[in-house]
C-alpha cells in the first residue's frame, strides 16, 4: 500500500513562489474578480441552459464521456462538484461580458486594422555570409539552384531542413520590421533578395499572401483581443493577503 503525501495551503504557496507562478496566480484571481464585477454592474445572469451547454463542453474536450469519468478527473484536479460548477459559470460569464463589451467593436476594429490580420506563407534560410546568400539569391533567379536544395543544404535544424524552411501561416507582428516591410510588399511566389539583420542574411520565398476575412474565427479573434485588452486596463494590482 502507497504512503500518501499531505500538503498544506501555506506549502503550495511556497511551491508556487520558488516556481515564480505565484504571479500568474494572482493575476489569474484578479482577471476573475474584475470580470464577475463588471458582469454585475452590467446587470447580467446566466441561465441554465447556458451552463449545462458548457459543462457539456468542458466534459468532452477532457473526453470525460461517462458520468464516473467525471468523478475520476474532478478528484484529480481537486474540485468538488459545487467548485466544477463554479468553474462552468465562470466561463459562461467571462464569454458573454466579452460578447456584451467588444461584440459591437469588432467590424470597426477590423477597418482600422485589416492589414495587421494578413497572413504570410513563407520559406527562409538564414545564413551567416551576406555575400554567401546573395549569391545563392541570384542563383535562385536564375533557375540553376531552387529553394529545396537551398535550405536542405544550409538549414542545420533538422526539422526545419526537413520542410525546406517553412514557417508557416505567419502575420505582421510575428515578423521583425524590417523583414515584415518585405515581405508584405512581394508578389508572390516571390523571393526576395536577402534581408540582413542581427541574426544573418534571410534568403525567404514568399509563396502566398492571405487577405484576411471578417469570419467567424477572424471576429472571434479581434473580439478575444478587445476583451484581454479590456481585462489588462481593468484588472487591479494584486497582493498575497498575510
Known sequence: ????????????????????????????????????????????????????????????????RRTEDTWQWLQKQGLSLDQFEEMVYTTVLSAKLMQHLCADKVEPFFATHQLDYAQIVLYEVILDDADLALE???????????????????????????????????????????????VFAATPPQILKPILTAKGAHLILVEEIIQPQLDATMRYKIMSDLFAAWVKQNTKPVELAH
Open 136 to 182: 545563392l539569391f541570384y542563383a535562385l533567379q536564375e533557375g540553376e539552384l531552387n529553394f529545396h536544395d537551398v535550405a536542405h543544404q544550409y538549414i542545420q535544424e533538422p526539422e526545419l531542413r526537413r520542410s525546406g524552411g517553412y514557417r508557416g501561416l505567419l502575420q505582421r507582428s510575428d515578423l521583425k520590421p524590417e523583414i515584415s516591410a518585405a
Open 1 to 64: 500500500m502507497f504512503n500518501v503525501l499531505t500538503v498544506s495551503s501555506e506549502d503550495i504557496i511556497h511551491h508556487l513562489k520558488l516556481s515564480q507562478q505565484l504571479p500568474m496566480i494572482l493575476e489569474g484571481i484578479a482577471t476573475q474578480k474584475a470580470i464577475a464585477e463588471a458582469a454585475t454592474n452590467a446587470g447580467m445572469t446566466v441561465e441554465l441552459e447556458e451552463l449545462q451547454q458548457t459543462a457539456d463542453a468542458i466534459r468532452l474536450s477532457h473526453n470525460l
